[in-house]
């Protein structure tokens, strides 16, 4: 990695940087960079990978505690409404 590349990932972030942050991004960039390589070499030999399948979905019940939101219950309590509809000012 070099200034350039830097200097190119800076452009793509759409930020500015000074020329003593890009050297300082480069050197954390080179220590990252240097750490992976590191975490590449790891053996890892007979593991499967594990699955867990099961229904993430749920029932969709009201909080516990007592509170309870209802349509009538909101209509009630907005300044202004009409016919079962909320009244808010013309947005153009």
Do not use: H, T
């Amino acid at each position: 990695m070099n200034i350039k590349d830097v200097e190119k990932l800076a452009e793509l972030a759409k930020i500015e940087l000074s020329e003593d942050e890009k050297q300082k991004i480069l050197l954390d960039m080179e220590g990252i960079l240097e750490y992976v390589k590191v975490v590449e070499k790891v053996e890892v030999p007979d593991v499967e990978p594990v699955y867990a399948q099961k229904n993430v979905w749920r029932e969709d019940l009201p909080a516990s505690g007592g509170l309870v939101f209802s349509g009538d219950l909101i209509i009630k309590q907005f300044p202004d409404a009409q016919d079962g509809f909320l009244k808010v000012k013309k947005i153009l």
